[in-house]
């Protein structure tokens, strides 16, 4: 079972840009595809990217495509989601997401807001 902790969310004006950090514990992230999704107020959660531990293949939504970047780093166990060109609707509150083909598991979240 692996435990996972969202980090990085913050205030950030228009065209700025945060890197969010999943931190997994218990389970090496090699062995799961971590994903990022999002829930903004009022709307239902979406995905927006995820990666494959073992694989390598990585998605984006076409609304980040070509803003946003995944990549993980096996010594630190941690997935990353570099955000750049920052929009006012990508405020949400962002989610990371663990899946063992069996079973998926959530982080609590991190609370990116993005100003105009």
């Known amino acids: 079972e692996v435990q996972l902790m969202e980090s990085g969310g913050d205030l950030v004006q228009a065209g700025g840009s945060l890197r969010l950090s999943c931190a997994a514990s218990?389970?090496?992230?090699?062995?799961?595809?971590i994903g990022w999704f999002r829930q903004a107020p009022g709307k239902e959660r979406e995905g927006v990217s995820c990666?494959?531990?073992?694989?390598?293949?990585?998605y984006y939504a076409e609304a980040v495509k070509g803003r946003f970047t995944i990549s993980g780093d096996l010594a630190k166990n941690t997935v990353y989601l570099q955000m750049n060109s920052l929009k006012p609707e990508d405020t949400a509150v962002y989610y990371c997401y663990a899946n063992d083909f069996q079973n998926g598991y959530w982080g609590q979240g991190t609370q990116v807001t993005v100003s105009s």
């Open positions: 990666i494959a531990g073992s694989a390598g293949s990585t």
């Open positions: 218990g389970s090496t992230i090699e062995d799961y595809y």
